[in-house]
């Protein structure tokens, strides 16, 4: 109890509230020393999650404070810039953004656990039904902007799925692996920034102009600011959310609601198992679309294959393979939970001697969808 206590007195800490464009906002930032006292899509869905336990108003005002920002279309921002900005720090957003109050990408849709946390803490219909509507409007944003027609959703940036640095993405950035920690902050971090001011400075964020390129025709020669990329967690996350949203569609007694989420949590599952499995190395995989237009595999054995457990009715030799995964000490198995990258992946560098997160240190979000 000891130790839950000094983690609730730790993320109190970092606590941010007051008010901003004439809007209230109350919401704990991920780091007093990394990062600035902004909204993340992700972390906050988290911090509403270990908060419902303790004290769900605490959720409650993050998952309001988010939602303001909700877009008409239905998307959630991955970040809101709430913290204190001078004019040259508004200018430093606007060099990669459309605008100074959000970011014109998203980020791993994980509220719908966070809705159940705190619905299941709490029992509140009025909450319930305040937040589920917004989120099922936010799954079909996903459903309409990012999905080609295949069943699978794809991230146009890495920072989307929260997973920044994972080897998973090397191959959709051109960076090819031979040596074991080869990749280095200096030689992959400024891709990702990269990726960014080509959205802003080349396509000012037209969206229909960046998700319509096909190849690496439409980007001038510059191989380095491709990515689509159908990352595995994100899918499954998005697919089990819909299952989530079904679910508490249910608690409101809203059974057309509960249908349609149902409908759209099949279409995804049969996607990621007829499309992300691999029968050669009996495991799922992240899917990404070349620079050539071609779709192909990443083969990092990555936290991400393990995210399928999250669908309820996954075949069971697949699940099988998956937990013999998590069992086995020359992959997942560690003293410290489920690492980033398994063991045997070339890959593996658990401390942060690459400075980069997600190439094999220990994550607690991804252990709550796994285990």
């Not at 791993?108 to 917004?134: C, G």
């Not at 890495?158 to 920044?164: A, F, H, K, R, T």
């Not at 690492?339 to 190439?359: G, H, I, N, Y």
């Amino acid at each position: 109890q000891s130790v839950v206590d000094a983690c609730y007195d730790a993320l109190e800490s970092h606590l941010c509230e007051g008010k901003k464009w004439g809007r209230p906002f109350h919401f704990y930032r991920p780091s007093l020393e990394k990062y600035s006292p902004d909204q993340w899509l992700w972390d906050s869905g988290a911090h509403m999650i270990v908060w419902s336990h303790k004290n769900a108003t605490n959720s409650i005002l993050d998952l309001r404070t988010m939602l303001q920002f909700q877009q008409p279309d239905g998307r959630i921002p991955e970040q809101i810039f709430w913290g204190e900005r001078d004019a040259q720090g508004d200018l430093n957003i606007l060099k990669q953004y459309s605008n100074t109050q959000f970011t014109d990408i998203t980020q791993m849709p994980v509220l719908p656990y966070s809705l159940r946390s705190i619905y299941n803490q709490t029992h509140d219909k009025a909450v319930l039904k305040e937040f589920l509507y917004p989120l099922v409007s936010y799954f079909k944003w996903w459903r309409s902007a990012r999905d080609k027609g295949d069943g699978l959703v794809f991230v146009i940036h890495n920072w989307e799925s929260g997973l920044d640095a994972s080897p998973a993405y090397d191959p959709a950035f051109h960076t090819f692996i031979t040596d074991v920690n080869e990749v280095t902050f200096s030689h992959l971090y400024p891709k990702f920034h990269q990726l960014i001011h080509t959205y802003k400075l080349k396509y000012n964020w037209d969206m229909d102009a960046i998700l319509n390129r096909q190849t690496a025709e439409d980007l001038q020669g510059n191989f380095d600011t491709w990515f689509f990329v159908k990352d595995l967690a994100v899918n499954c996350v998005y697919a089990s959310g819909w299952q989530l949203l079904a679910d508490l569609a249910a608690e409101l007694g809203d059974t057309e609601t509960q249908s349609y989420c149902v409908g759209e949590y099949q279409r995804s599952r049969d996607a990621i198992v007829n499309k992300m499995y691999s029968p050669v190395q009996q495991r799922y995989n992240t899917l990404f679309l070349d620079t050539d237009g071609v779709e192909k595999m990443s083969t990092a054995n990555t936290v991400q294959n393990l995210f399928p457990l999250l669908l309820h009715d996954l075949p069971a030799p697949h699940v099988q393979a998956i937990v013999s995964m998590v069992q086995d000490p020359r992959k997942f198995n560690t003293p410290f939970a489920l690492p980033t990258v398994s063991f045997d992946d070339p890959q593996f560098e658990p401390t942060f001697e690459a400075d980069l997160m997600w190439r094999g240190p220990v994550w607690g979000f991804n252990n709550l969808f796994v285990l």
